[in-house]
């Protein structure tokens, strides 16, 4: 998933792509000095403008091994049966983008991602125009613009999120932090993160969320041993004991049909 990163950015640097690192990805690299363990996709954002440039990239992307999806395209292996982590309910999925403007998967491994999140502006006085529908984050001021996603929009999605929309003084202008990436190629990279890093991801994810690692939804189960030394000893001991059932049940048909063998 780091590789994904780097080459991914790598483009969009070339291009003099504007993006940010976002949501997931930006929390990991401000709380856990890297990407997040269990997360399975890097997180960008960009302008919604932006999204028809990073589209026109298409072959640039597949001549270092990656597949870039617009909002145009069907995305074969996305139809699938999905569980959304806030709503706690399962869905299927389509085959279109909604959230993302630009999906990008390795051409060998589609199991892993990068999701490019589209943001627009709304003035103070669209925000007061259609506030049922705009998802206006805590202490707004009622003065600064709001940079929204999807997320924070009604009319683009079912269920708004935390986060859906940030003061505009939280994301620009960005700014260039050294990160850890740890893949191997360029471990610590210059990538553009909000201007207010730590207002930015409260917003989204709680002032909590900055120190304390919570895991949602059915990683809860799949992963956490990332961050509980005892889960991490229940699941070897359970991993031990699945190991040791197959090799006696396999040791036992081999005896068996051994035992079959001198019979006859």
Known sequence: MSLLLTKTS???KRHKVEYWLDKGT???V????GLIPWEYDVD??????????ISALKREFEAVGLLAYDRQDNIPHKGKLTYDTENHEFYWSDPRLHDPC???YDKTDVGTWVDIYWYVELTPKEVAADRKNVL????YDEKDNLVCCSEGLQTHTEHMC???CVPHKSLFPLQRKYVNIHDGIEPVQEQPVPAAVAQFLSIQYGKSALTSRVIKGWKSVVCAYWTSPVLFMMYLILLSGVLITLAITCRRICSTGNLKRQKL
């Open 44 to 53: 960008f954002g960009v302008m919604n403008a932006t999204c028809a440039k």
């Open 30 to 33: 401000h709380r856990d000095d």
């Open 162 to 164: 935390c986060g859906g």
């Open 10 to 12: 790598r483009i969009l």
């Open 102 to 104: 630009i999906r990008i």
């Open 26 to 28: 930006l929390l990991g």
């Open 136 to 139: 206006v984050p805590p202490d």
